[in-house]
């Protein structure tokens, strides 16, 4: 047997391996499984292969991919097309769901792989094979120039430098082929810097980062646009809704976007609290013109001896009113709600600073709700002694909304076909 034939031996077993736990997955919750799909199952356990054989070109790597879309599809009951695998098996950062595909993973693990250990292999092969051309980095080489026609990193040992021109290829052609304004906006806005937290949150129902089947479909189905709900009039506004699940997101008739702004709100106070601030809801008296109230303000100083008010906001990144911006720059919904919120309180009495914390529907985080979590993380970790502690607030705060959007999609359908995201009779 050849070493050629070999390696596609030893991959179609670790194919039948991923089919025998795929057929597992479907009797546990979505988002375990996709967790499992993400960190543990597809892509991990090909790691040391990829990165110590030439495996580039093999056709078990697109049968194990042909495999993985299958299973991710059952995990998310979303139809895959090619475009939407495309996206689903790019990394979160590049606006994907970060199942990797190990056709695109291949050459990158393995030219970094062979450029970490070039100065290794060179002291421990003798002269006449220290020059020996090795058969799989041309290839990898070949395949990395016709998918991203990218030149050498500066760190050729850098796995992630390789990886990222074959990802931003990929994200830029899906970018590029479409003119569609929804479709610009809903591809831009995965790639902006915390709009997939949600992905990244563990699911242990104990501190409320779990989510049911339902809610995983929605939000996966909003970032791949896949279709979600059948065609039908909004109960709230008689409305025509599309198979994309949109108008729920903004119809201000619906009760979901109440529930979403609820959600964050409660988990920023909660925050506010674990950093030893004491905090409460609605405070009233705070604006000298009315009877204006901000979600919430500190009952002792923040910053430079001034108490800090805030109010939630989640504009929806596909709205009629945004979408013109959104399809341009990612954030431009947040940033337009961050200067609404700015000027609705800026009537707020002395000694009280005020922060809007904008997060779209899509996960785009405002430029000032970034930092204000940042700092209310900082301190949360120097109460607690939790480096993550940044990391799994913003985690909460995603899956809130994500939560949110799925009550606002569901709320879109007649009475009795649903009734919340927790038991999933729908």
Not at 259 to 264: A, F, G, M, P
Not at 303 to 311: H, Q
């Amino acid at each position: 047997m050849s070493v050629g034939d070999h390696l596609d031996s030893v991959l179609a077993s670790k194919k039948q391996d991923l089919q025998r736990l795929a057929r597992r997955l479907v009797f546990m919750p979505s988002h375990d499984s996709l967790f499992l799909l993400r960190n543990v199952i597809t892509a991990p356990r090909l790691m040391y292969l990829l990165r110590t054989t030439p495996c580039t070109g093999s056709i078990e790597l697109t049968r194990y991919d042909e495999v993985l879309r299958e299973t991710l599809s059952a995990t998310l009951n979303i139809d895959l097309t090619d475009e939407r695998w495309n996206q689903a098996s790019l990394p979160v950062r590049w606006g994907g769901l970060g199942v990797r595909s190990v056709v695109m993973l291949a050459p990158s693990a393995y030219l970094a792989s062979a450029a970490s250990t070039a100065d290794l292999t060179s002291s421990l092969l003798p002269p006449r094979l220290r020059d020996a051309p090795s058969s799989g980095t041309p290839v990898a080489m070949t395949w990395i120039s016709q998918s991203a026609t990218a030149q050498t990193p500066l760190i050729p040992a850098n796995q992630r430098a390789w990886d990222d021109s074959c990802c931003q290829a990929v994200a830029e052609r899906l970018l590029n082929v479409t003119t569609d304004r929804v479709e610009r906006a809903r591809l831009l806005a995965p790639r902006s810097t915390g709009s997939g937290d949600w992905l990244e949150a563990i699911p242990l129902a104990c501190v409320g980062m779990k989510m049911d089947n339902v809610t995983i479909r929605i939000a996966a189905g909003l970032r791949l646009g896949a279709p979600i709900v059948h065609p039908h009039a909004c109960t709230g506004c008689s409305a025509q809704v599309t198979v994309y699940g949109h108008h729920g997101l903004s119809c201000r008739h619906g009760s979901g976007r109440h529930s979403r702004h609820n959600q964050v709100n409660e988990l920023l106070c909660r925050a506010f609290i674990s950093t030893g601030t004491l905090a409460t809801r609605e405070p009233q008296s705070l604006c000298t013109t009315d009877g204006k109230r901000p979600d919430g303000v500190t009952q002792v100083p923040w910053s430079r001896g001034r108490c800090l008010a805030w109010d939630v906001t989640c504009p929806d990144t596909f709205a009629a009113s945004n979408i013109s911006a959104s399809s341009d720059e990612a954030g431009s919904a947040a940033a337009a709600a961050e200067t609404k919120k700015h000027r609705k309180y800026s009537d707020i009495i002395t000694g009280v600073d005020f922060v809007p914390v904008a997060i779209e529907t899509s996960g785009v985080w405002g430029e000032q709700a970034m930092k204000l979590v940042k700092e209310v993380g900082r301190r949360i970790t120097a109460a607690t002694h939790d480096k993550r502690s940044t990391a799994f607030l913003r985690q909460r705060l995603s899956v809130g909304v994500q939560r949110g959007n799925a009550f606002c999609v569901l709320g879109t359908l007649p009475p009795g076909l649903h009734t919340d995201c927790d038991n999933e009779t729908y």
